[in-house]
C-alpha cells in the first residue's frame, strides 16, 4: 500500500477548523491579495506581521508534518539558493537602495554591508510569510471548490477547469511514482542510500519513462470523456463545489483588506516600498 502525502480531503481532524470553513474563493482572494502586497512591500514590520497572520492561518489548520516536510525542504533549499545568488551577482544592491553603506567586512566587489544583510532578511520574510499560507492553501482546498472560486471571481471556466485537472494529477502522479518506483526495486532496481547519488538520478530514468507514460495515457482518456461531454460548448457552465459566503469569510476578507490598505498607506510612510532605517 501506497500512502499519498499529498491529499485534498479534508480529514476528521481537520474537520470544523475555521480555514476549511471559508469558500474557495476566500482562500484565493487572501493568497492572491497577500501575495501580491507582500512582494510588493519592503516594509521589515508589515512583512513581520504578514508573517504572524500567515502562521496562524497554517496553524489553524492543523497540518501534519510528514505532510509538508518534502515541499518545505524543497522551498528552502530554493531559498537559500536564491538569496546566496541575489548576494553574489550585486553585493551592493542594498546600498544603492538605502542610499548608504555600512561595511560589516571585505572589500572591493564582494563587501558585506549592513544594508545589503537588510535587504535580504526582507527576502528572505517574503518567503517565510508566504509558504504557510500556501500549505494552508493547498492541503485544505478541494480542487473543485478551488476551481468554483476561480471561476467567480472572473477566471474562465476552461482555464479553472484546466487548474483543477492538474491539481487533481499530483496525487496521481506521487502515487504512480511510489508504485513504480517499488516494483522497479522488486526487480532488483537498487534505488536506497546504498547506492550513490549519480547512480540513483541515472536509474531514476528508468521511474520516470513509465511515468510519463502512464500519465499522457490518463490525460488522452480524460480529454477523450471531456469531448464526449461536449467540453468548452457553452460560454458558462455551473459547479458542484460552489459555496455561498458566511460571516467567518466577510471576516476574513475584511481582515485582508485592512492589510493590503495599510500596506498601502506604509508606502506614502516610507517615502516608497523600501522601510529604511538607516536614514
Wanted: hydrophobic share 50%.
Amino acid at each position: 500500500m501506497v500512502n499519498q502525502q499529498l491529499s485534498y480531503d479534508v480529514g476528521e481532524t481537520q474537520r470544523g477548523r475555521w480555514v476549511t470553513r471559508l469558500t474557495g474563493m476566500t482562500k484565493i482572494l487572501v493568497l492572491l491579495s497577500l501575495s501580491v502586497i507582500g512582494m510588493v512591500s519592503y516594509d521589515t514590520w508589515y512583512l513581520l506581521a504578514l508573517t504572524v497572520f500567515a502562521i496562524l492561518f497554517y496553524q489553524s489548520a492543523h497540518l501534519k508534518w510528514h505532510q509538508v516536510r518534502g515541499l518545505l525542504y524543497a522551498i528552502a533549499a530554493f531559498t537559500a539558493l536564491n538569496l546566496v545568488l541575489v548576494y553574489v551577482f550585486n553585493p551592493a544592491y542594498g546600498s544603492q537602495i538605502y542610499g548608504s553603506s555600512h561595511v560589516i567586512i571585505g572589500q572591493g566587489f564582494f563587501v558585506v554591508t549592513w544594508e545589503e544583510l537588510f535587504y535580504l532578511l526582507n527576502m528572505l520574510l517574503k518567503y517565510v510569510f508566504i509558504v504557510p499560507l500556501i500549505f494552508a492553501f493547498l492541503f485544505t482546498t478541494n480542487p473543485s471548490e478551488l476551481v468554483a472560486g476561480m471561476n467567480r471571481i472572473g477566471f474562465s471556466y476552461k482555464i479553472s477547469y484546466a487548474v483543477e485537472l492538474s491539481l487533481r494529477y499530483i496525487p496521481d502522479v506521487i502515487r504512480d511514482f511510489k508504485q513504480i518506483s517499488l516494483a522497479q526495486q522488486a526487480r532488483g532496481l537498487e534505488m536506497s542510500k546504498k547506492a550513490g547519488m549519480w547512480q540513483r538520478l541515472k536509474r531514476s530514468s528508468q521511474i520516470l519513462i513509465p511515468l510519463v507514460f502512464s500519465s499522457m495515457d490518463k490525460i488522452e482518456v480524460t480529454t477523450r470523456a471531456m469531448k464526449l461531454r461536449r467540453f468548452g460548448t457553452n460560454k458558462r457552465r455551473t459547479w458542484y463545489m460552489t459555496q455561498k459566503f458566511g460571516k467567518l469569510d466577510y471576516l476574513v476578507l475584511t481582515a485582508t483588506l485592512l492589510f493590503i490598505l495599510i500596506g498601502v498607506g506604509l508606502f506614502w510612510v516610507d517615502g516608497g516600498r523600501f522601510y529604511n532605517p538607516f536614514r
